[in-house]
């Protein structure tokens, strides 16, 4: 039950926003027994985000997992976050933060697992 929140200074058309999500979905696969199966994805392009001081590309990725995940892990996913933010939305890898939460109640389908 992962979810991944992108906010970003940079507008996000339609495109690149399907581009976005299909590499996310991808990507969370990399923490074991996560798959875009139960990936919940939300994009916010065009926001008011200063880093450094200044209003150049930015991005923040919130990532919220049932359970825990590995420092391994989650190394490997802050990697393909941000080359991904690079490669798809022109934000530099050092312009990109990533937030991880981890929960032990998370509901669906009316019900908590």
Same mark, same amino acid.
């Given at each position: ?12 058309e ?10 996310? =979905? $991808? #990507? ?5 027994g %996560? ?8 994009? !916010?392009g065009?926001?008011t ?12 990725a919130?990532?919220?997992?049932? =359970? $825990? #995940? ?5 190394? %490997? ?8 933010? !690079?490669e ?11 937030r991880?939460?981890f ?11």
């Amino acid at each position: 039950m992962p979810y991944i929140e992108v906010k970003t200074n940079v507008a996000v058309e339609k495109k690149k926003s399907e581009q976005l999500k299909d590499a996310l =979905g $991808s #990507a969370i696969a990399l923490i074991p027994g %996560k798959s875009e199966r139960w990936l919940m994805v939300g994009i !916010s392009g065009g926001e008011t985000i200063y880093f450094s001081g200044n209003d150049l590309p930015c991005a923040m990725a919130k990532v919220s997992i049932f =359970g $825990s #995940a590995e420092r391994e892990y989650l190394e %490997k996913l802050t990697f393909a976050i941000c080359k991904k933010f !690079s490669e798809i939305l022109g934000i530099p890898t050092d312009r990109t933060y990533v937030r991880y939460q981890f929960c032990d109640d998370w509901g669906w389908n009316g019900s908590d697992f």
